[in-house]
């Protein structure tokens, strides 16, 4: 069982490869589908996902996708279902088994995990549909007063508790404590609640006997809160983020893949190969682990966008797809440089150029 997940780690964490999200909810991916007025009918939802997951060459830089329930049931127009054609090209199938967030009682504003109920014989179930790894996402907001000590630690509670469960079915857990964006908040209280949290995170996984070899981390990049007056500079965003994670995550972990968390999906390339092309905090010394990616919005925005429902967009779909795809594998090795995206990004461009 440890051979294996260690297996699946490595290969998730490939050099130059990252992992799609591709597991919004029902809920999540009718807001997506929304602003392009797609019917998030059940048929729209499959033919969506067989765009992505059918991208010409593809597993040159994805090594996994996570999918919803939902979705690892689904079969693509040949016959094949997800799971089969994922693991075909080379790229891991993974699922999200939590059961989404609610109030946290007692708590205003703040929400609790739930999914855990039922959850060992689901991740059973799970691993026979042929997934090698799971997500569960915790939600942390920065508020007045937020996030309270109580949410810390019931959320890192059932964070644990559901990687002590993968480990138990063989199926390497993506543990995602997600700090929210969402507020005013300065970089530097960013900073603080962001480690905060993994130190929280850090100690519940010990406490329950969890192999922090057999994981990997999801976190949110260290940005201020999105209405900050005083928002950061590339290079500040990258050295808070390596300076918060060296601090509060141990080096047996066996990789980093970030959350994009709703940054320009530009800026998100930008963030994560600034971390990779820093020299080393302390040199000699590279990262502890590797600092790779799984985003969702900041990979599949604009191949939605160029989609559009339409099945005769599906070519540039896919291509907007492998785009972004093709540059946060090179900014998970820092070597993205701005002059890969297209001239229409050109302020882009110019921001980072500085
Ligand atoms: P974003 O990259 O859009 O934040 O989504 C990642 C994810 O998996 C959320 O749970």
Redesign the pocket.
């Known amino acids: 069982m440890q051979m294996a997940m260690a297996g699946t780690i490595g290969t998730l964490v490939a050099h130059g490869k990252g992992i799609l999200?591709a597991?919004e909810s029902q809920a999540t991916i009718r807001r997506r589908f929304e602003p392009y007025e797609i019917e998030p009918t059940t048929e729209n939802q499959r033919r969506y996902r067989q765009m992505l997951f059918t991208t010409p060459g593809l597993a040159e830089y994805i090594s996994g996708v996570?999918l919803y329930d939902e979705t690892l049931r689904q079969h693509a127009d040949d016959g094949r279902s997800f799971v089969a054609l994922l693991a075909a090209n080379g790229i891991v199938p993974g699922v999200k088994v939590d059961a989404g967030t609610r109030p946290l009682a007692g708590a205003p504003g703040e929400s609790i995990t739930e999914g855990l109920d039922g959850l060992r014989a689901r991740l059973e179930e799970y691993r026979t549909l042929g997934a090698r790894f799971a997500?569960w996402?915790a939600v942390i907001t920065i508020g007045d007063g937020r996030p309270s000590s109580y949410c810390l630690d019931t959320n890192s509670h059932a964070l644990a508790r559901y990687t002590a469960l993968c480990q138990e079915a063989g199926l390497v857990p993506i543990v995602?404590p997600?700090v929210l964006m969402d507020g005013t908040h300065s970089l530097e209280r960013s900073f603080e609640v962001a480690e905060a949290t993994l130190e929280r995170v850090f100690a519940a996984l010990r406490s329950q006997r969890v192999a922090l070899e057999h994981l990997l981390l999801?976190p949110s990049m260290v940005v201020p809160g999105v209405d900050s007056p005083d928002q950061a500079g590339i290079q500040d965003v990258a050295e808070a983020t390596v300076r918060c994670l060296r601090r509060a995550v141990p080096a047996a972990v066996p990789g980093i893949v970030f959350?994009?968390?709703?940054q320009d999906a530009l800026l998100a390339t930008a963030h994560l190969n600034a971390m990779n092309a820093m020299p080393a905090v302390h040199p000699p010394a590279v990262h502890p682990w590797p600092l790779s990616f799984?985003?969702?919005?900041?990979l599949q925005g604009p191949a939605l966008d160029a989609w559009r429902g339409e099945p005769r967009n599906v070519p540039a779909g896919q291509r907007a797809f492998r785009h972004r795809a093709r540059c946060n594998s090179a900014a998970s090795e820092g070597r993205y440089s701005p002059e890969m995206e297209d001239p229409a990004a050109g302020t882009f461009v110019e921001q980072v150029r500085g």
Do not use: M
Request: aromatic content about 6%; overall charge positive.
């Open positions: 999200a597991d996570i997500k996402r995602e997600e999801k959350l994009s968390g709703g799984s985003f969702a919005r900041a």
